[in-house]
């Protein structure tokens, strides 16, 4: 099969999507398949290097650090996109993992040339255009019309003004929906979205798992209990609230935070002066899965606002248990984990439910009786698993 993943962002942007995506391509890849990737290009020092199963799609950077950019949906996209991929063998199937532009982009090109598609739900678009605006309504009232405007004759117009009537119109011109989690794939189909939907999670590569274990301790290595916090330094992920529970806590602990954003300036303001905490930045894959399995736990902070939630699941299937915020995340996961109780409670209900879970975890851990996570899971999150429930989808569209 030839399949072309349509996305909002170039793969080689910071994000759990883009992450979930290479892995993807590679294990399709692997199975034989052929996977063109169709993305806005990348603007600035991190714009990744000239790739053959790349469209880079003319494009304007969105933010200030030109990490993240945009392309504009309409016919002169389409006459680019359609030139680009006459080089390439072609097309059996589109494989929409976008919210936007890249959305809009890919149902665009599947109905000019009558092809199925299997679109990937990544977003939770109500909750994260929320964390970020106090006018998420009138935005979401825009968004809605941009794809009414973009999608005119392609699919379906689904009516309405929040977040749901958007994802509605977007599931209108798909054969099948995937999402990545149990929890999310309900709601999707409790509000109409599309029925029923495939869950699929998003992996981890078995490879640089295998190695990652191998070059882990056999027993844990002494000194004080170790976190870990990773992500993108945004609203949702709720990074400035967990670093004032981490102080406001005394935990005696290390944390190590990994990633950029926005708000890095104002999470090293939190903490400064205070000893065992460590800002990393960017860190390759690789890099990363090592300092998951290093530590002794885990710390995810964002509440609602994750369709699955990578970084627990990388966690557990290294053998590192998590602090989770968010119910839906910890009931997926099952076990191995610290709750976080007050989520559906005030910030200042949930900061004490954060703050009373870092003292539990951190003497659960110096007392060598911290939760392990389950091995179900572990094995259950290899990519290759993951690929080949993917293969079954694209399968049974093209069969259909």
Same mark, same amino acid.
């Given at each position: 099969m030839h399949i072309v993943f349509f996305g909002d962002q170039h793969l080689g942007s910071l994000?759990?999507?883009?992450?979930?995506?290479?892995?993807?391509?590679?294990?399709?890849?692997?199975?034989?398949?052929?996977?063109?990737v169709v993305a806005p290009k990348m603007h600035g020092p991190r714009a990744a290097a000239p790739d053959p199963a790349y469209i880079d799609l003319p494009s304007m950077p969105i933010t200030v650090d030109r990490e993240y950019s945009m392309s504009l949906p309409g016919r002169a996209t389409d006459r680019f996109l359609d030139r680009a991929l006459t080089r390439r063998p072609p097309v059996d199937l589109v494989h929409v993992q976008a919210d936007f532009w890249g959305a809009f982009i890919g149902h665009r090109y599947a109905a000019r040339h009558g092809l199925p598609v299997v679109h990937t739900m990544h977003n939770r678009v109500d909750v994260g255009i929320q964390a970020v605006t106090p006018l998420h309504r009138p935005v979401l009232a825009v968004l809605n019309a941009w794809r009414r405007?973009?999608?005119?004759?392609? #699919?379906?117009?689904?009516?309405?003004? *929040?977040?749901?009537?958007?994802?509605?119109?977007?599931?209108?011109?798909?054969?099948?929906?995937?999402?990545?989690?149990?929890?999310?794939?309900?709601?999707?189909?409790?509000?109409?979205?599309?029925?029923?939907? *495939?869950?699929?999670?998003?992996?981890?590569?078995? *490879?640089?798992?295998?190695?990652?274990?191998?070059?882990?301790?056999?027993?844990?290595?002494?000194?004080?209990?170790?976190?870990?916090?990773?992500?993108?330094?945004?609203?949702?992920?709720?990074?400035?609230?967990?670093? =004032?529970?981490?102080?406001?806590?005394?935990?005696?602990? *290390?944390? !190590?935070?990994?990633?950029? +954003?926005?708000?890095?300036?104002?999470? !090293?303001?939190?903490?400064?002066?205070?000893? +065992?905490?460590?800002?990393?930045?960017?860190?390759?894959?690789?890099?990363?899965?090592?300092?998951?399995?290093?530590?002794?736990?885990?710390?995810?902070?964002?509440?609602?606002? =994750?369709?699955?939630?990578?970084?627990?699941?990388?966690? #557990?299937?290294l053998g590192t248990p998590s602090v989770i915020c968010d119910p839906d995340i910890a009931a997926e996961l099952g076990g191995g984990l610290w709750a976080v109780p007050g989520a559906e409670g005030t910030e200042a209900q949930r900061t004490a439910g954060l703050i009373e879970t870092l003292r539990r975890a951190a003497s659960d851990i110096a007392n060598g009786t911290a939760p392990v996570p389950s091995k179900e899971v572990a094995e259950a999150f290899r990519q290759s698993s993951r690929t080949a429930a993917m293969i079954e989808v694209y399968e049974r569209v093209l069969a259909g």
């Open positions: 994000g759990g999507a883009q992450v979930s995506m290479r892995l993807q391509r590679e294990f399709l890849e692997r199975a034989g398949h052929t996977v063109t405007g973009a999608l005119r004759g392609v #699919a379906e117009s689904a009516s309405g003004h *929040d977040g749901w009537a958007f994802l509605r119109g977007l599931a209108a011109g798909a054969d099948a929906v995937t999402a990545p989690s149990t929890h999310f794939a309900r709601r999707l189909e409790e509000h109409g979205v599309f029925s029923p939907v *495939d869950v699929i999670w998003n992996g981890i590569d078995d *490879d640089v798992r295998a190695e990652t274990l191998a070059g882990a301790p056999v027993t844990r290595e002494p000194g004080r209990p170790r976190f870990v916090w990773l992500g993108r330094m945004s609203p949702e992920k709720r990074l400035l609230p967990f670093l =004032e529970a981490f102080v406001a806590s005394g935990v005696d602990a *290390d944390l !190590e935070i990994i990633g950029g +954003g926005g708000q890095k300036a104002a999470a !090293e303001k939190i903490v400064a002066g205070l000893p +065992g905490v460590r800002f990393a930045g960017r860190l390759s894959y690789p890099q990363t899965l090592a300092r998951i399995a290093a530590a002794d736990a885990l710390v995810q902070t964002s509440i609602g606002f =994750e369709t699955q939630g990578m970084t627990p699941f990388e966690a #557990a299937t």
